[in-house]
Each structure stands twice: as structure tokens, then as C-alpha cells.
């Protein structure tokens, strides 16, 4: 059964994200954007191997030519050197303006597909095609784009909305466990920041959705949709409240940063959920069971609850050079509540280290 969600910017529709158990529908979902243009898929060498030919198929159907760009899979070639490539491909191809990109594959493509499509030619329009559970209900949504410098997670990138997000997922049954469980992270943090009825949800239907049941998956991704699609319209350029999505953030992509991307995005993620949580504890905005109970939970999707080799003073100096700081001061979110958050710019070094402890192997 088609599922589709609406995106909307100044009340005015957007983009469709479209939820479909295989790629049958993607032609016809396309092609009132790609008749008549010349398509790019871009992807890595991990997901060429299981989609591209099936998806070039699909939008040869539609297009008037399409051709495809490979990068190595993995975040350490998310950078502008690899743009710098997929530029050079669009020029001898002579992409103009009217033509379009097609991210296929998870957040590091997207990413860097939809950076490429708002900076060539000045911007050029881009399809999100996510494959991975964090790319469906996480970075294909909002407009989001970017790339790494050097050790510096996102530092360049642009705001960029897609035409089309559509997302195949029956592709879940090809993720490996690590990926599956990183977007859980992401998913799990969807819960605590918006909407306790999500976060019972996901406890009520946990053994389904660790069985990779397509129905009950199929119902938490436009459930995690919804509400990233809710927020990305009250705050498109997170000005506000959509810097709650930045829960556990913070900590979590400076562990990300410092295992130089060993570490997969969405248990970093959870890392620095169960940081903050703590942190939350500690200032009486929930209780030290409720913590408790968080870190359990995201412990029960197979997701790792400690990290070693770290040292607290090394997470603390690396949160100095997230994009998020304003002002040399860091919106750290915490939790007043399952399914309630909020924004505090007062949290110190010494609830950082309190935090980081109960992660600490």
C-alpha cells in the first residue's frame, strides 16, 4: 500500500516523500521531473552492486539519458574532492541546468549528491532515493545537504531541497545488522524528543521490527517521516525547534569525529542520547530511572551503549568545533520528558564529563 507524506515550506507544497516495498513505482513517481532531461544516479560502489542497474532501468524508461556516477563507498569520501569528480563527470556529460541528479543510497550520498545539485550551475535539481533506514527517515528529509572538511563533520554545505523522495523499503532486507541498528538510533531519538505514543510504539513492536517486518517497519518510518517532516516545516533553516533533531548530537558526532567515522552515524547518535539523558537526570528534568531505562532500550536494538578509548576532555575539545555552536556557546538539547525536548545553551564542561561517564567503557 503507497504510502506519501507532503513536505510543505510557507504553506505552499514542496516535495512528496513516498514510501513503496520495491522500485516498480519509481518511474512513474519521476517522470513528470525527468522527461525530457538528462539524469545522473550517483551512488557508491557498496549499493551499485545491489541497485543501480535496476534503477537505471526504471529511469531510462522516463528520461532521455542517464548515466551514472560511482564513488567509493564510506564517510571518509564524502568530501570535495569527490565532488570536485562527480562536477567534472556532469561537465563532459554537458549537464545544463535542466537536468537532474539522483541520490541513490544512504546519508553520505545524499548528502554529497544533493551539495553537488546546489552548487552546479548555481543549483540544479536532485531525487532522494535513500536505501538505508537512517536515509529514509533521517537526511533525505529536510533539505539538508553537505560534505566532511577534513576532520570536520558537515562543515560545508547547503540547504537544498529535492524534488521526489522516494523511498524502497524493501531495501531494509539488505542492510547489514550495524546499518539497520544505526538507523534505530535515529529512530529511537524521534521518540524521545517528539512523541512518547512513537517511543511506546517502538517498545510495543520491537521483536517485529527487529524481524525486519516490512509492515510494521514500513509504519515506523512514516511514523519518524511525520514528525522530521513536522518540524523540518515549522523551522526549515533551524532557527528553532528543529535544532531538537540535534539531540544527542552534540557529544555524538564528536565521538563520530574522533574514531575518525569508524563509528557509524546513528550509534554515535545513541551514544550521545544516553549522554544527554544522564545529563538530564542529573538537573531533575527526568529521573535517574527514566536515563536508565533510555539507555536499556536503545541497548535492546542492538545498538552499543558504551564506547572506549575516549577520554572525556578529547569528546569536550571536539564539541568546540561543531557546526552548532552559536556564539561560542553550544545549544545542547536535553529531555524534560520522554517525547519532550527542549534547548539549554548553560550546560557545562562538568555535565558533559558526568554525561560521558556513563558511556565510557
Not at 570535495?80 to 545544463?96: A, G
Not at 535515529?186 to 517486518?213: Q, V
Not at 531505562?293 to 536503545?298: A, D, E, G, M, S
Not at 548553560?346 to 567503557?361: D, K, P, Q, Y
Request: net charge negative; with cysteine; aromatic share 8%.
Amino acid at each position: 500500500m503507497e504510502k506519501r507524506i507532503t513536505v510543505h515550506l510557507n504553506n505552499q507544497p514542496v516535495y512528496d516523500i513516498v514510501l513503496e516495498p520495491s522500485f516498480q513505482r519509481l518511474a512513474e513517481e519521476a517522470e513528470c521531473f525527468t522527461a525530457g532531461r538528462k539524469v545522473c544516479i550517483v551512488t557508491d560502489s557498496n549499493v551499485e552492486k545491489l541497485y543501480l542497474e535496476e534503477v537505471k532501468a526504471q529511469l531510462s524508461s522516463c528520461s532521455r539519458q542517464v548515466t551514472s556516477f560511482v564513488f567509493p563507498a564510506g564517510e571518509e569520501y564524502k568530501n570535495l574532492d569527490t565532488v570536485r569528480s562527480l562536477y567534472e563527470h556532469l561537465i563532459l556529460s554537458k549537464f545544463d541546468r535542466k537536468d537532474i541528479l539522483v541520490a541513490l543510497g544512504g546519508g553520505v550520498v545524499g548528502d554529497l549528491c544533493g551539495f553537488a545539485a546546489a552548487t552546479y550551475l548555481r543549483g540544479i535539481s536532485f531525487i532522494q532515493v535513500p536505501t538505508t533506514l537512517l536515509s529514509q527517515v533521517d537526511s533525505s528529509i529536510g533539505g539538508k545537504t553537505g560534505v566532511d572538511f577534513d576532520a570536520y563533520k558537515n562543515m560545508v554545505g547547503a540547504f537544498h531541497m529535492p524534488l521526489l523522495v522516494y523511498s524502497n523499503t524493501g531495501a531494509l532486507l539488505t542492510l547489514p545488522k550495524e546499518q539497520f541498528s544505526s538507523g534505530m538510533g535515529e529512530i529511537i531519538k524521534h521518540g524521545l524528543i517528539r512523541s512518547a505514543d512513537y517511543y511506546s510504539f517502538l517498545e510495543a513492536e520491537r521483536e517485529k521490527i527487529l524481524s525486519r517486518d516490512l509492515d510494521i517497519c514500513g509504519k515506523m518510518i512514516l511514523e519518524s517521516d511525520y514528525i522530521k517532516r513536522d518540524v523540518v516545516e515549522e523551522d526549515p533553516k533551524e532557527q528553532g525547534i528543529r535544532a531538537f533533531l540535534n539531540f544527542g548530537h552534540t557529544l555524538g558526532h564528536a565521538i563520530e569525529k574522533l574514531s575518525d567515522f569508524r563509528m557509524l552515524h546513528g550509534h554515535c547518535v545513541a551514544l550521545g542520547c544516553i549522554a544527554a539523558s544522564y545529563i538530564s537526570a542529573k538537573r531533575g528534568l527526568i529521573s535517574h530511572t527514566e536515563a536508565e531505562q533510555i539507555r536499556n532500550f536503545i541497548q535492546s536494538f542492538h545498538i552499543p551503549v558504551t564506547v572506549s578509548g575516549l577520554s572525556s576532555d578529547q569528546v569536550i575539545e571536539a564539541t568546540k568545533n561543531d557546526k552548532k555552536m552559536e556564539a561560542g556557546v553550544i545549544k545542547f538539547i536535553l529531555l524534560n520528558g520522554v517525547g519532550e525536548a527542549c534547548i539549554y545553551k548553560n550546560v557545562t564542561e562538568e555535565e558533559m564529563r558526568e554525561g560521558l561517564s556513563h558511556i565510557f567503557a
